[in-house]
């Protein structure tokens, strides 16, 4: 082949890939990483196709090839072309989901003074022109974005343009450093034998050389190598030690990769298989004759009530892959990926597992992923992106609570839904796919009811091996609470039921969706209330902090001691988050030991792991948390659940409104009653009538997906339809509204010019939040059966993005 189809690593709207022509002395594959000559730089790409034929009349050669062995595998090339043409990012923004961490290097551009300027050219210049070439003479040399920084809002690319035509400035392009490489450590190691070492040793101590015969005793008394910064710290000796003994041929230093391993201090009791209900035999059997086919490409919806035994059904599942001479990724959410998690498939398949998630430092993750593509895992554990390990063999892809929209990569493109993703891989590699929920999504039940899916049925609790009752809810109405003159967050029944668990010595848990003291500030006299000065949004109080926070951007403010309209003094905090919460039991129940699990207190690396510890040690008799503590957590002390407050989330203007409330009720109801104990929930609400949390109460699925989705077929919602979020940003809320407006009709040209049915444009209109991070946001909405036909011919401009089936309209 003389041609090569490369992705670049360069910013592109849409998925594009470039002809590159292949030089003689290199030979390539699809999936190699290469370096590509793009404009005036160097950049990295991937080589997506090969041909013998250029798709244009000129092209360049490619300069390099990164690494000697594909970096990509073809399944992987396969999946990178379709997640770019279906969710519209680049093709290298695609592809490098599956790269290796660490593995995408920036061109970087540096500008310094030219040598010998001209005289006349510098005596014309204008104030920031001058301005910019005394910081560059001060410095020397700069890197283009710390010169925008010093300068700030000077247009910088434009004045150093005109500089450089005026050769005044000189730009150079140079590639930035590696960030992640493989991690040596230096071993010392005896090159003569240890009672040879014995005798030198007593030669030394005669001529005082006591460093040198200490370490020489060392090393001899070892088996092998030992690490070099160990023997430091045993006997703390000098680099001329060192040296001296190396020079005399007694010991080498030997550079040894060590691998960076995440469980590395953890220790996993072995487990054997549980015994399996009836229903879970059937549903493994039906499982297991799928995966003995030679081309299984199937997908089971296993929807069981929490505590129904799912993990066992996924580790038989991985089980039976491993003996298939198979391989298998699992996908949990990130805040479920507790070493709980972990725990139980580590401890069923020991050393075997692999653990990828954002937690991890550069070095683990790249540790962890070159040992998965090594073939050395069965198993690959993480968050959405541990979808895209390098796994050879792939036979298996399980993705427990699938519901999640935390599966949905919202920050960047590609902005992909690990669910399809998983879909279409296991396409790609004829694999089983297993989704796992005890309240699954309501467009996979309706595909499962349609028979896309094969529905697989898990009703009853599991305790000890035996059928368990669900914990009986009991939903309370604010609103007569207020009437009757309870005026505080706890209802008469809450306040109740928690004051018995502690005296029983139970455990609780307390559930409020908000973080934070209070919601809002304000003031009593003019009704001002204390905003984000970027965001359109209201600042929350923290009070351990004493601070007023934006949730959107973290701006972060003293609260006031009078109001900045009216200096009025009388400042009301309303509202309430976790810390209220906290600050409330605590009143109520001064002898109850505490936790909070929320983002605020989760911010090191093994916080979770400290917090969940800590409770399941019963150091703690009420933990107070948001969706964090609703995730697949076992706890078996925990013999009451009460949620303050199930409207949170529920009024917003999005579809799936109802749907997460129904979900986020019935996961974290499902935390209680675990043990032997068994367990009540108490809900609190001022719309207790409502379907999802009637629904929720009586953890009723069914009864909740007949109304939801007659009402989604009535409003022509998913799954009756896709949807696309267009949404512009811009710093000027005229323009914005301007831009998104003129995109408003392009898109209403070209529906009508290519006569697309059943296509319906919602907006242009102000986003949920329209100010974040001091930029406006307008969206448009395309509600269409397929909205990429109208979305591929249409070029947008900087400042947009595409979202194909959003999880959030908000």
Known sequence: MNYAEVAVNFPLAQPRSFSYSIPPNISLSVGHAVWVPFGPRLVQGIVLALSEQAQVE???????????????????IKLAQWIAEHYLSSYFDAAALMLPPGFERRVLTFIQ?????????????????????????????????KLKKLLRKDKVDTIVEQLLRKGLVIKTHELERIKVRPRLVSYLKL?????????????????????????????????????????????????????????????????????????????????TPLALTRAQEESWLKIKNEMEKS?????????????SGKTEIYLRALAQAISLGKKAIVLVPEIALTPQTINRFASRFPNRVAVLHSKLSPGEQFDEWQRIKNGEFDVAIGSRGALFAPQPDLGLIIIDEEHEWTYKQEEKQPRY??????????????????LGSATPDVTSYYRAQRGEFQLLELSERISSGEPSPLPKVEVVDLRRELK?????????????????????????????????????????????????????????????????????????AKPPEMCPNCQSRRIKFLGIGTQKVEEEVAKMFPEARLLRWDRDVTKGKNAHEKIMNRFLAHEADILIGTQ??????????????????????????????????FQILAQVAGRAGRGKMGGKVIVQSYTPEHYAIAAAAKHDYARFYEQEIAFRRQ????????????????????????????IYRLLEQERDTQGLPNVTLIGPSPAFTQRVRGRFRYQIIIRSPDPLPLLYKLTLPQGWSIDIDPVSLI
């Open 58 to 76: 000129e092209t360049k050669e490619i300069a390099e090839v990164i690494d000697p062995h594909p970096t990509l595998f073809p399944h992987q």
């Open 113 to 145: 003074p030219a040598p010998n300027p001209s005289e006349l050219a510098v005596s014309s210049l204008t104030a920031p022109q001058q301005k910019l070439l005394t910081v560059l003479r001060k410095e020397g040399i700069l890197e283009l974005r």
């Open 191 to 271: 090159t003569v034998t240890a009672d040879k070492a014995n005798e030198l040793i007593t030669a030394l101590e005669q001529k005082r050389a006591t460093q040198q015969a200490k370490l020489l005793s060392l090393l001899a008394a070892e088996p092998g190598p030992i690490p070099l910064p160990e023997a430091r710290r045993r006997l703390n000796f000098t680099s001329t030690v060192l040296k001296t003994l190396n020079r005399q041929g007694l010991i080498t230093i030997e550079e040894v990769r060590v691998q960076r391993d995440p469980l590395a201090y953890h220790t996993f009791t072995t487990t």
């Open 295 to 307: 081309h299984a490409t199937s997908v089971f919806l296993l929807h069981g009530v929490t505590g």
């Open 417 to 434: 839904l690990a669910r399809d993703v998983a879909i279409k891989l296991a396409e790609l590699t004829n694999s089983v796919v297993i």
């Open 484 to 556: 009757e003159g309870n005026r505080s967050i706890f209802s008469r029944s809450l306040a109740k039921a928690i004051a018995d668990a502690l005296n029983m010595r139970e455990q609780v848990i307390l559930f409020l969706n908000r973080r934070g003291t209070a919601t809002f500030v304000q003031c009593r006299d003019c009704g001002f209330v204390m905003r984000c000065k970027r965001c359109d949004v209201a600042l929350t109080y923290h009070a351990i902090e004493d601070e007023l926070v934006c949730h959107h951007c973290n701006y972060r």
């Open 628 to 661: 964090m503590i609703a995730k697949g957590l076992d706890m078996p002390l925990v013999t009451l659940v009460g949620v303050i407050n199930a409207d949170i989330g529920l009024h917003l203007p999005d579809f799936h409104s109802s749907e997460r409330t």
């Open 715 to 742: 409003q022509g919602d998913p799954p009756f339809s896709r949807l696309a979020r267009l949404v512009y940003i811009h710093t000027n809320a005229a323009r914005c509204q301007k831009e998104a407006e003129r």
